[in-house]
């Protein structure tokens, strides 16, 4: 093939350093990761992982902030978490490893089947307008809206770079442009749409509920674990102090003014 259109953590196993270019524990907002993409040298760091396997990468669309996702029970503790057969795919299936989950990588076309049969106990998937047309609210109804294993999900466009560098410069700029285009087309499609399925869903009798502290806390020290696994390679230690630079940047800004502004103006409008 000449080309793909994919989210990029389903690569780790080649290297743990294409799950930036997704989503990772504890990571960026799909704001924040637009910012170090195209503003913190970001592109250029894709562009150097995917040079070690022939590609050259761009994102190419984003489904924002990824649900917690589906449980047949609530969970009240880290303790919930042992034993618990659940499909996580990325680093953030290896975190919960580490807290005792059962992870299963399932493709998407076996997800729903498996929740069904009792294969595996919950599932996390994309967020509520995916989720729901996926109809894992026919199987259970206990739905978690807030995860810590991908706050932003982001797809990319790789083209072997021998075919890319046959191309024109004006041709080279087009999938560029077009790449970027549908970053941002996709993120809002999601945002879009994401609200109103969340009340359908709400409608049909899902239980709407958020992970209690002690379960982030526990999320957090699991996800550091990953990190340090992967430490020891240079690329992915480079990469990963470069994300977490640009993140601390962006993140103080947008949490005083834009995140400030949205709560007061939905309190003042009751929103």
């Known amino acids: 093939a000449d080309m793909y259109h994919a989210a990029d953590y389903y ?6 350093a294409f799950a930036f270019f997704t989503g990772v524990p504890f990571g960026m907002t799909a704001t924040e990761l637009n910012n170090w993409y195209y503003h913190g040298g970001g592109m250029q760091r894709h562009h150097e992982l995917g040079e070690i396997f022939g590609l050259v990468s761009f994102l190419a669309g984003n489904t924002g902030t990824q649900a917690g996702g589906w449980f047949r029970k609530e969970i009240k503790g880290p303790e919930d978490f042992n ?8 680093l953030g299936g290896k975190a919960l490893g ?33 989720d729901e047309k996926a109809g894992f609210q026919e199987i259970t109804k206990f739905y978690y809206t807030a995860g810590f294993h991908e706050p932003a999900a982001g797809l990319s466009v790789a083209v072997n770079k021998e075919v890319f560098d046959s191309l024109s410069p004006s041709q080279q700029a087009a999938i560029e442009v077009a790449a970027g285009h549908a970053n941002v087309w996709n993120l809002s499609q999601y945002l879009m749409n994401n609200g109103a399925a969340l009340e359908r869903l709400k409608a049909a009798g899902v239980k709407v509920l958020k992970f209690p502290d002690s379960v982030w806390d526990a999320f957090g020290e699991a996800s550091q674990k990953v990190y340090d696994e992967f430490m020891g390679d240079d690329l992915f230690a480079s990469i990963f102090k470069d994300y977490r ?3 601390k940047a962006s993140s103080g800004w947008i949490r005083d003014s834009i995140e400030e502004y949205r709560r007061q103006r939905d309190r003042v409008l009751g929103v």
């Not at 690569?11 to 743990?16: D, I």
């Open 11 to 16: 690569f780790v196993n080649q290297h743990p």
């Open 83 to 90: 034993g618990l057969k659940f499909r996580m795919p990325g």
């Open 245 to 247: 630079a640009s993140m």
């Open 98 to 130: 580490y807290m005792g989950a059962s992870v299963q990588n399932l493709p998407g076309a076996e997800v729903y089947q498996a929740l069904a049969s009792g294969a595996i106990d919950g599932t996390e998937w994309i967020g509520p307008w995916a």
